[in-house]
Antibody, heavy 124, light 115 residues
Framework: EVQLVESGGGLEQPGRSLRLSCTTSGFTLGDFALNWVRQAPGKGLEWVGLIRSKTYGGTTEYAASVKGRFSISRDDSKNIAYLEMNSLQTEDTAVYYC???????????????WGQGTLVTVSS | QAVLTQPSSLSASPGASASLTCTLRSGLNVGNYRIYWYQQKPGSPPQYLLRYSSDSDKQQGSGVPSRFSGSKDASANAGILLISGLQFEDEADYYCMIWHISGWVFGGGTKLTVL
């Protein structure tokens, strides 16, 4: 069974940093791209960024709203992906989901495999 | 102006059809994009429904009923999610998405009420 579990969320002050983890099981993480998507309370979905599989360079892309502040990485040997969030702003308050690409390889769009999300609250 | 615009809400009756639109910003041509659709029910993460670019380039998500289908309206510069034979369980938020420049962009979502 494919599973993704986010962790590391919580309350943090503006300007501080937080690292989220996405622990995966039930599939070979190295074969897939991973996206991070967030959802502010009562709001819609916002794509945060993605990391491609190493076969396709392991490169990353980010939304303009987080570029330069957030960083995505992966450790395929541990089946974990990370979202490093720096210079947090109150607008970053949201539930953060990690989601596996629908198909392996050069396929980046989120499919049906999402974690349950972890809440990040940025407030002084 | 947002890249993708969706009506905030839509209501329809059980058994009827619902057409959810996703309008691309002026300057973007819907003919150049694959439109992806997701369904999100309260308290749950989104689920992938389908992708539509043309009748020869489309994909139904795994296990997604055929009463969910995609199309485009070039005159409106919009992608369309058509849900036929509406059921109460279809009540949810629906999001469209495209790959734009160097990342994914979601529409603001449409809350579909079945009543």
């Amino acid at each position: 069974e494919v599973q993704l579990v986010e962790s590391g969320g919580g309350l943090e002050q503006p300007g501080r940093s937080l690292r989220l983890s996405c622990t995966t099981s039930g599939f070979t993480l190295g074969d897939f791209a991973l996206n991070w998507v967030r959802q502010a309370p009562g709001k819609g979905l916002e794509w945060v960024g993605l990391i491609r599989s190493k076969t396709y360079g392991g490169t990353t892309e980010y939304a303009a709203s987080v570029k330069g502040r957030f960083s995505i990485s992966r450790d395929d040997s541990k089946n974990i992906a990370y979202l490093e969030m720096n210079s947090l702003q109150t607008e970053d308050t949201a539930v953060y989901y990690c989601t596996r690409a629908y198909c392996p390889g050069d396929c980046n769009y989120p499919g049906n495999d999402w974690g349950q999300g972890t809440l990040v609250t940025v407030s002084s | 102006q947002a890249v993708l615009t969706q009506p905030s809400s839509l209501s329809a009756s059980p058994g009827a059809s619902a057409s959810l639109t996703c309008t691309l910003r002026s300057g973007l041509n819907v003919g150049n994009y694959r439109i992806y659709w997701y369904q999100q029910k309260p308290g749950s993460p989104p689920q992938y429904l389908l992708r539509y670019s043309s009748d020869s380039d489309k994909q139904q998500g795994s296990g997604v009923p055929s009463r969910f289908s995609g199309s485009k309206d070039a005159s409106a510069n919009a992608g369309i999610l058509l849900i036929s034979g509406l059921q109460f369980e279809d009540e949810a938020d629906y999001y469209c998405m495209i790959w734009h420049i160097s990342g994914w962009v979601f529409g603001g979502g449409t809350k579909l009420t079945v009543l």
